[in-house]
């Protein structure tokens, strides 16, 4: 019998200057061997279900692994990317509807009790590039709860504030109380 469970997979392991583009540092493809950091990077961003392994660019030992596995709904996608309609990050143009929802506080794969939950008030666009860079780079999320989110960077760069296109409407949408939780 057919497992939907399984789909088109590929595991990616590459530097995080790689991932960067700040590097151009060769990359594995678990199957194939060698492909080069652009290619490393074009496959994190269009692959359906992409595991990557992410090393540190000096010591070759690993910072980090994702796997792009939990994604929410449609129709909590479609509110999402109406209320913003492009990355969160300030500057970026990538369209809401081609990028990932990125959690503002963290999902807790291991205890998603514990960690942010999967709804519209804690959800924002973030294209693969920086969605990448924030998990791997360890930028972080503040929310002020008056509309406005800032990024933060771990050497202290503070991304210019920038306000939701439709503040109060994102308060003023229903809690999605039956989103079950991400895989
Ligand atoms: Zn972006």
């Not at 666009?125 to 008056?146: E, N, Q, S």
């Not at 406005?148 to 999605?176: V, Y």
Request: proline share 8%.
């Amino acid at each position: 019998m057919f497992d939907e469970g399984r789909r088109t997979h590929a595991t990616v392991t590459l530097t995080l200057d790689a991932l960067a583009a700040l590097r151009e540092d060769a990359a594995q493809l678990a199957g194939h061997g060698t492909i080069t950091a652009d290619l490393a990077r074009t496959l994190a961003d269009a692959a359906e279900s992409v595991t990557l392994l992410v090393l540190d660019s000096d010591t070759g030992r690993p910072v980090g692994i994702s796997d792009r596995t939990y994604r929410p709904r449609q129709h909590l996608r479609d509110k999402i990317t109406t209320l913003f309609p492009t990355c969160y990050f300030t500057g970026c143009t990538k369209p809401a509807d081609a990028s990932d929802l990125d959690h503002i506080v963290p999902f807790d794969h291991g205890r998603p009790d514990r960690g942010g939950p999967t709804t519209i008030d804690n959800l924002v666009p973030a294209c693969r590039h920086h969605h990448l860079l924030k998990t791997f780079a360890g930028w972080t999320y503040h929310d002020h709860h008056d509309g406005t989110i800032t990024l933060h960077s771990p050497i202290g760069i503070t991304s210019a504030t920038r306000h939701a296109p439709l503040p109060l409407a994102r308060h003023d949408l229903q809690p999605d109380d039956d989103e079950p939780p991400p895989l």
